[in-house]
């Protein structure tokens, strides 16, 4: 239930549905208790003739209706176009971006409410129009345009890889702060705990990431030791083991469990390797003759730099025990695997341009002199 309320959250639909039943809301507010603005300063608001009314919110309902469609268009104009020239994974950082989401909210509910409000100007019930329903109405509509000049920015500006490439840049880091400053503790310890029971996957897909404070404090209040099987967000089959236990769950507590075990197919945003992985295909697909841009590739090298820099700071561990003593062992990928792998596979192909190899070769030698933490290499080791 968990996991399904987190997939519901970060889904690109649920803000603009939440504020536009807000806007439905309101309208049924307004017109079940209508404020009576006679005597007061808004009484210049008050539009009661009901032809006028029909126009005005047929006229707003036509128009940002219009708007909105436009707005989604460009969307997926945009999503069309920059993400076939780089990384199609890179689609889910620009989709959770909350300013969009909350200006298709509001077109979205602008239109609800008028919609509603239509509802009720049309039928025949002798109760009089809320007085300020049209004119909020149009309050509402001069708001939509003016979200939609900043929404054309918006989108204007996601066009540009480099903005994208800082989106993804500010997500990774932000996931490997998160380890850089544990609620818990990492450590290494050998795996000699007796497993003898097995949690199995029920489809394929990816492992998301896994909450191990709530983990670690099962772990605790139930006495028992985990062992996550699979590296987190990669690939799973069905019917494999995710999950070891050092003693056999009941119901309760299997339920529990899998509040945080988590597979689907979409790839887990929240892992930092797969920020890294991100940053190598737009890299290497930048630097092919297809798209022949290595001013791209250039500022990809650059981000990462910066981010296995950050990297370093997590001492390589194979364990987490949380501020209650639970003890959870996964599987990590060591930082000089993660370096290898990223330099080998851009090496590869970067080999022909002179510039993006001086950039490889810089960029090692700034990882050597600021990751102290771990065995310094040279462009020839990959």
């Known amino acids: 239930m968990l996991n399904q309320l987190k997939r519901l959250a970060h889904n690109i639909a649920f803000v603009p549905f939440l504020i536009a039943f807000g806007f439905g809301v309101l309208a049924i507010l307004i017109v079940a208790y209508p404020i009576q603005v006679k005597g007061t300063a808004l009484a210049f608001l008050a539009i009661t003739d009901k032809s006028n009314i029909q126009t005005i919110i047929s006229f707003v309902i036509t128009g940002i209706f219009t708007l909105t ?36 909210g509001f077109t979205s509910g ?16 002798e109760k009089p129009f809320p007085a300020l329903g049209a004119a909020l109405a149009l309050l509402f509509a001069v708001i939509c345009v003016g979200i939609f000049i900043y929404f054309l920015h918006t989108v ?8 994208i490439l800082k989106e993804s840049f500010e997500n990774t880091r932000k996931n490997l702060q998160k380890s850089i400053n544990p609620k818990g503790s990492f450590l290494t310890t050998e795996d000699s705990s007796n497993w003898i029971h097995e949690i199995k996957t029920k489809k394929c897909g990816y492992l998301q990431n896994v909450d191990l404070d709530y983990l670690s404090k099962l772990a605790e209040k139930y006495d028992f030791t985990a062992k996550i099987a699979p590296e987190t967000g990669n690939f799973v089959l069905e019917d494999e083991t995710l999950l070891y236990l050092t003693k056999k769950p009941d119901n309760k507590l299997l339920k529990k469990i899998w509040r945080v075990l ?35 590739s250039l500022t990809s090298i ?43 596979e851009m090496k590869r192909y970067m080999r022909d341009d002179p510039a993006l190899i001086s950039k490889l070769n810089n960029a090692l030698e700034i990882i050597n002199k600021e990751c102290t933490n771990y065995k310094p290499c040279n462009y020839s080791d990959f």
């Not at 300013?99 to 298709?104: G, V, W």
């Open 69 to 104: 469609v436009f707005s989604y268009t460009m969307v997926m104009n945009v999503l069309n176009r920059s993400i076939s020239n780089f990384s199609p994974r890179l689609i889910p950082l620009l989709l959770s971006q909350r300013d969009h989401k909350i200006i298709l």
């Open 110 to 125: 602008t239109i609800v409410y008028g919609l509603v409000l239509a509802l009720f100007v049309t039928n025949n019930s």
């Open 262 to 296: 988590e597979v689907n197919l979409n790839e887990p945003m929240d892992v930092p390797e797969i920020g890294f992985k991100h940053f190598v295909e737009v890299a290497i697909k930048a630097s092919s003759p297809a798209i022949n841009d290595p001013g791209t």
């Open 156 to 163: 204007s500006q996601s066009i540009h890889i480099n903005y």
């Open 302 to 344: 650059d981000y990462m730099t910066q981010l296995f820099i950050l990297r370093s700071k997590i001492k390589d561990h194979n364990a987490y025990r949380g501020t209650n003593g639970g003890l959870i062992l996964y599987k990590t990928v060591p930082f000089d695997k993660l370096r290898y792998i990223c330099f080998t």
